[in-house]
């Protein structure tokens, strides 16, 4: 089997597994393709720059020191077996498993369930906008089977919704707000989209970014529909 291509990793993070340090390991490839993306450097498959062996004596020496390592990439689940692998021989080191997903493999969410301890699942837009905005015509309705997947295992997780003003209105927020408290979600944050590869015919305002922010009345309805949302600006 071939080993995990790594092509980042942030060492100490307060704010990527809820209530944990944490280390992040960025795997590289992704099948999407958004229009956000602050990580296209990982998109394409291809070899890792870290050495897993190398990243996992070092995670060694964090025992004690930190709580959970998180996968996220790119999309981690991408390199199937391979993460699964380093996921568990991680784990049986002491530490909680995040891992930040787009949802697009669900059978392999579902292997990684006994190993991985909480989730953050990316919900990018209303099911009939997201292949403009992700590049994949079947993203939502795999975003969906991994969400049902997740719900299943009762672990923690957190949906996130990052609103890209060129792809997501506020009815359209409160219309995936809605679908998530329909089917049981809990927590959720709303993140504020950060223009950082905008060419000129993609240009967005400030005030376009943080309408939703400043929307007293959207987030109350929101607020109102969960046991926790944060927003995250
Ligand atoms: S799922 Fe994440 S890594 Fe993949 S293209 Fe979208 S934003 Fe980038």
């Known amino acids: 089997m071939k080993e995990i291509q790594i092509g980042g990793l942030v060492s100490f993070t307060t704010i990527d597994y809820p209530g944990k340090l944490a280390a992040v390991i960025f795997l590289v490839g992704c099948p999407l393709r958004c229009a956000y993306c602050s990580?296209?450097?990982?998109?394409?498959?291809?070899?890792?720059?870290?050495?897993?062996?190398?990243?996992?004596?070092?995670?060694?020496?964090?025992?004690?020191?930190?709580?959970?390592?998180?996968?996220?990439?790119?999309?981690?689940?991408?390199?199937?077996?391979?993460?699964?692998?380093?996921?568990?021989?991680?784990?049986?080191?002491?530490?909680?498993?995040?891992?930040?997903?787009?949802?697009?493999?669900?059978?392999?969410?579902?292997?990684?369930?006994?190993?991985?301890?909480?989730?953050?699942?990316?919900?990018?837009?209303?099911?009939?906008?997201?292949?403009?905005?992700?590049?994949?015509?079947?993203?939502?309705?795999?975003?969906?089977?991994?969400?049902?997947?997740?719900?299943?295992?009762?672990?923690?997780?957190?949906?996130?919704?990052?609103?890209?003003?060129?792809?997501?209105?506020?009815?359209?927020?409160?219309e995936i707000a809605n679908d998530l408290h329909t089917r049981g979600v809990k927590k959720i944050a709303i993140q504020k989209y950060i223009p950082h590869f905008e060419d000129e015919t993609h240009t967005t305002t400030i005030n376009e970014r943080n309408q939703y922010f400043d929307d007293e009345n959207l987030r109350n309805q929101i607020n109102n529909s969960f046991e926790s949302v944060i927003w995250r600006e």
């Open 39 to 174: 990580n296209p450097h990982l998109l394409d498959v291809r070899d890792g720059e870290y050495d897993p062996e190398k990243v996992f004596d070092w995670l060694k020496e964090r025992v004690g020191k930190l709580e959970a390592v998180v996968f996220s990439g790119g999309e981690a689940l991408m390199q199937g077996d391979a993460v699964l692998e380093y996921m568990q021989r991680v784990k049986k080191l002491g530490f909680k498993i995040g891992l930040h997903t787009n949802g697009f493999y669900p059978e392999i969410l579902k292997r990684a369930s006994d190993t991985v301890d909480w989730i953050g699942l990316d919900y990018k837009a209303t099911r009939n906008k997201y292949p403009e905005l992700v590049g994949q015509n079947i993203a939502h309705d795999h975003m969906i089977k991994s969400l049902n997947i997740w719900l299943d295992t009762g672990k923690d997780f957190e949906v996130r919704i990052t609103c890209d003003p060129r792809h997501i209105t506020k009815l359209d927020l409160l």
